[in-house]
Each structure stands twice: as C-alpha cells, then as structure tokens.
C-alpha cells in the first residue's frame, strides 16, 4: 500500500487556492465577528418582496438576483423611475471574495463531525441553499483542518507548560483508535491522556503502509508519542494501557527500567470477563452465570478500587474470594483477605440463587476468572481510566475522524 500524501500535518499551513475557486465579486466591507448568532432562516418569496419598491420614490422597481453562490446571494434593485440602484447581499464577503457563510457552514459541519454527504442531503431536502461537496472539502483543507492543527499545537503546548510547573512524573492513559473493525485498518489514532489534569497530552495518526501491518499501529502510536514526551523534558512515572502483548513487551523493557509503573486499564479487562462469561453462560449446566455476570464485572471494579495502595496481593486475594462467595463460601483461606466485606446476606439481601460447590458452572467460572487474569488484575489501577470522553465518541466517530482526515 502507497503512502498516503493527501494531507501532512508537518506541513507548513497554505492558503493558497486557484484562480477558479472564487469569482471576481464586489467585496463590502466585513465586521470584526462573522461567527456570531444572528442568522435567520427566510424564505425567498419573502425575502424578494422587499425589493419591489423603490426607497427613494416608492414606485414599483424591480430586484432580481444578479449573482448566487451556495449560501451567497447577490440582488441589484433598479428603479426605472428615479434611477434608483442600490445592491444588496446577505453575509459578508472574505478574502478572495469568499462569503462567510460558506466558511462557517463547512466550518460548523466539520467541527460539529458531522457526515458532509448527510448534511447537505439533509439542507437540499429542506431546500436551503448550500455549499457543494467540492467546497466542503477544499475549505478543510485550506482552512478548517490548519485551523484545528494550530489550536491544538497552542493547547498542548499551555498543558506542557502546566505539566511542568507540577510536581511528580506524568501518569498517562492511552489507547489506540482504528478508522474501521478488524485487522485491516488504514490508520490507526494512538491518544494519550494526562490522568492527573485529565486532557489529552499527545495524539499521534500512524498510516498502516507505515508499519508491518495495521495491528502495528497502537505500538508505533505509543512510541512516537512517548519520544515526543521525552523531547520536551517530561518524566513518565505511571502508564495505564490495554492488555495488548506488544505494548506490554515494549513498556516492559523500554520504559519500565527508567522507573515507568505500567497498569493495565479495568475497563478493557472487564469486558474480556463480561465476553468470556457470556460464552460460557450458553454452555449445558452453566445458564446460572448469566445472573451473576454483572456482580462478578463490577466485583473486578471493586477488587480496584478498594485496594487504593495497589498492593497486587491483596487484589489476586479479593479477585479470587468471589469464586468462593458465589458458592456462598465467605471464609477465604488466603489470610490477606480471610473473609469478605459484606455483612451476613438473609432474606432480602440474596438476590441470586448461589452456585453448588462443585458444579459444572462454578468449575467453569473458576476456569475463566483465574486462568490468567489474575497475572493483569494485579497490575490494575485503583482508579479505573481510559483515554476516551463520551463526547469525543458521540461527536467524532473513529471511522469518520480518520476518514475525513485522509480524505483532505
């Protein structure tokens, strides 16, 4: 695979378009502020009935449209009385003659990650005049997307400033985006977010044809952006990632001899549990787990949690304790945790019915939770993180953040 080229965020920022791009256009002259609420929806017929008198001797004149460009639009009003002229357009007008609104529309498409072909399906349905595609596409590249680029390189550079005026290493959370499921993802979005501060510190876009293969970008991410970290004079003292093996490996032998804790986040072990469990839940004789699938997941939140010094032997004993209080067994012969934490379950309190000791589900259930997940549940964070925000999700999904990306 060829390397994409289409767009270089190392590149240096143009505003360079062709001569074709915008027509030659009288210009008024524009406010400080374009990006201010005060637009309004008006329909046309309404709109062209205001120029069918004339301001200077209230006779009938006449208003055509001389000249309209997506949201731009252009009337020249003539009186053939008084010879009255006057010329009126609805926004203002840019460099270049660029009308505003055509900015601010891409602008507001692309800032808000919304699909470009949905909206302007969705402006032409309602019968609103809009910007092409082509427009879309060539504002991003000239404009919105340098625009993102400088706002970002300024944020970051104010939370390294930040960063190192605090005491102690950084404690980073990071994980890896793919443009689509599977392994044959184009680009891969590795983020790392500062726990401490909770922003993101560094994002870094890797290309698949730059690595082996696609299931190399999380680790080439990582990489880079710890090299990154490294130039500009920050110590890492903690790094909370997924149970990725080549991750893990590279942590191990690059980071963790300078002093680097590595952890592995709850949230991702969590879900191979809730997997692992519902498979087996579909087995002859284990239906039971399914009832207990949700307490089992957020006994593994809370072996976390309640263990806030992280001592990994008093959360292998916990961990395991819930295989034994399932079967209602509450004394644990492990003495770093002998007996669990919960007052005496009767009546109400029981809300499942407890596994036999000895049956096929708790034999199955012990097989899942202690295989090797004890090995990663010892190396979780008390305080459970991942580097994502529900907003960034609902706003920009992984697919089309990348896809619009390479598109530019």
Excluded at 49 to 61: G, V
Excluded at 219 to 248: M, P, W, Y
Excluded at 266 to 286: F, M, N, P, R, Y
Excluded at 289 to 302: D, E
Aim: hydrophobic share 35%.
């Amino acid at each position: 695979m060829d390397h994409d080229e289409s767009w270089n965020p190392d590149e240096e920022m143009s505003n360079e378009s062709t001569e074709d791009d915008y027509e030659d256009e009288p210009s008024l002259e524009s406010p400080s502020d374009q990006n201010v609420p005060d637009k309004v929806i008006v329909g046309l017929t309404q709109l062209m009935a205001l120029f069918t008198i004339c301001c200077s001797c209230y006779r009938e004149s006449k208003g055509p449209i001389v000249y309209q460009k997506g949201t731009y639009l252009k009337i020249k009003q003539v009186c053939t009385q008084c010879d009255y002229q006057s010329v009126w357009q609805n926004q203002d007008i840019l460099h270049r003659n660029m009308p505003v609104f055509n900015l601010l529309l891409s602008g507001a498409i692309h800032f808000s990650g919304c699909m470009i072909s949905q909206t302007i399906r969705m402006l032409k349905l309602f019968g609103i005049q809009c910007i092409s595609i082509n427009t879309y596409f060539r504002h991003q590249r000239l404009y919105t997307i340098p625009t993102i680029i400088k706002a970002w390189q300024n944020q970051q550079t104010e939370i390294i400033t930040e960063l190192k005026t605090m005491d102690g290493g950084l404690i980073l959370s990071g994980d890896c985006r793919s443009d689509s499921p599977g392994h044959s993802a184009k680009y891969g979005s590795y983020t790392l977010i500062e726990d401490r501060i909770n922003k993101v510190l560094d994002l870094q876009l890797v290309q698949s044809s730059e690595v082996p293969s696609s299931n190399w970008c999380e680790i080439e991410g990582l990489k880079r952006s710890v090299h990154f970290l490294k130039s500009q004079d920050l110590q890492l003292s903690a790094i909370i990632t997924d149970r990725n093996r080549q991750v893990a490996k590279w942590v191990r032998q690059e980071l963790c001899p300078e002093g680097t804790s590595h952890f592995f986040d709850i949230w991702h072990i969590g879900k191979s549990v809730q997997k692992a469990l519902d498979t087996v839940s579909k087995e002859k004789g284990c239906e039971d787990l399914k009832l207990w699938s949700p307490a089992i997941v957020n006994h593994l939140y809370w072996t976390a949690a309640s263990t806030p010094n992280g001592d990994p032997n008093i959360m292998e004993a916990k961990w395991r304790s819930m295989v034994n209080h399932i079967q209602d067994i509450h004394e644990h012969s492990n003495p770093a945790f002998p007996h669990c934490a919960h007052p005496p379950l009767e009546g109400e309190a029981r809300e499942k019915e407890w596994l036999e000791p000895g049956s096929t589900a708790a034999i199955k259930l012990e097989a899942v939770t202690t295989k090797a997940l004890v090995k990663d549940i010892k190396r979780t964070p008390w305080r459970p993180s991942t580097p994502s925000s529900s907003a960034l999700l609902q706003s920009t999904p992984a697919s089309l953040m990348l896809e619009c990306t390479a598109d530019c």
